[in-house]
């Protein structure tokens, strides 16, 4: 799992989709299991260096579901804490701040306003869908962590047994850069060296731990599965949020 996140941020970083119109050929093709294979295998797994995540951010998400199962999932950024701090006097929300990151390509330098550039954003709200209904909604605050957070609690959820609200609290790993930010302090010496001796280097955000001594730093997951013949949500303890049935 985090040589796939690792990989996959770093392709996301060096080889951006720069076309906003016509890229669904694009698309299929790094979701294909050639590009997958040929990213995965390759033996180049040093990174280019990219900005540091500072951890700062104002994104929320919400997961909702009706009577019917029709579902929605949500993710909301405003970017930076309070946005540009200005806000409407009659709409009651905050400009976003966005304008500060625009890019012409992928992650890195930043460039000025011009023709064709874009806001990168990591925000992933997700449907998994069996037999054409929905049967799990999810999604996180969290900048580049979300897309690790979701891939991993998609694939516990789709190849495990336990409900949600279980797997939430697992810990979490993100791999970006050839770094790995783990959650889980307890690891022992050598699965340590087992990450350290696939050129990896190790690093434990240190970034406001909640009462239950999980880290924020790691997102803030609102999700509803559908098992059993019933829906059942759950917040995530990293974060503020809480989760409410009808």
């Not at 669904?24 to 995965?40: D, T, V």
């Not at 954003?121 to 049967?135: A, C, D, E, T, W």
């Not at 979490?172 to 280097?201: P, T």
Request: charged fraction near 25%; aromatic fraction near 10%.
């Amino acid at each position: 799992m985090i040589k796939a996140i690792n990989k996959a941020h770093n392709d996301r970083r060096d080889n951006p989709i720069l076309d906003h119109v016509n890229y669904q050929p694009e698309i299929a093709n790094k979701l294909s299991k050639e590009y997958a294979k040929k990213l995965f295998f390759e033996e180049n797994l040093l990174g280019k260096p990219s900005e540091k995540d500072n951890g700062e951010g104002e994104t929320t998400h919400a997961s909702i579901v009706d009577n019917n199962g029709i579902a929605v999932s949500m993710t909301s950024s405003v970017a930076g804490y309070f946005g540009s701090i200005t806000s409407t006097n009659k709409l009651g929300f905050f400009y976003n701040s966005y304008v500060k990151s625009i890019m012409g390509f992928g992650f890195g330098a930043q460039k000025p306003l011009q023709p064709n550039a874009f806001i990168p954003s990591s925000m992933s709200p997700s449907l998994v869908r069996k037999n054409g209904k929905n049967v799990l909604v999810i999604g996180t605050p969290g900048s580049k962590r979300i897309v690790s957070t979701i891939s991993q609690i998609i694939q516990l959820w789709v190849d495990g047994d336990e409900s949600i609200s279980d797997i939430i609290k697992y810990p979490r790993v993100h791999a970006i850069n050839d770094e790995v930010y783990l959650e889980d302090q307890s690891l022992d010496k050598e699965d340590l060296q087992k990450i350290r001796s696939n050129g990896f280097k190790i690093v434990f955000p240190n970034y406001d731990l909640t009462k239950s001594g999980l880290n924020a730093y790691f997102g803030g997951v609102h999700a509803i599965e559908f098992k059993k013949g019933k829906w059942k949500a759950a917040a995530d303890p990293r974060r503020d949020g809480t989760s409410t049935h009808n």
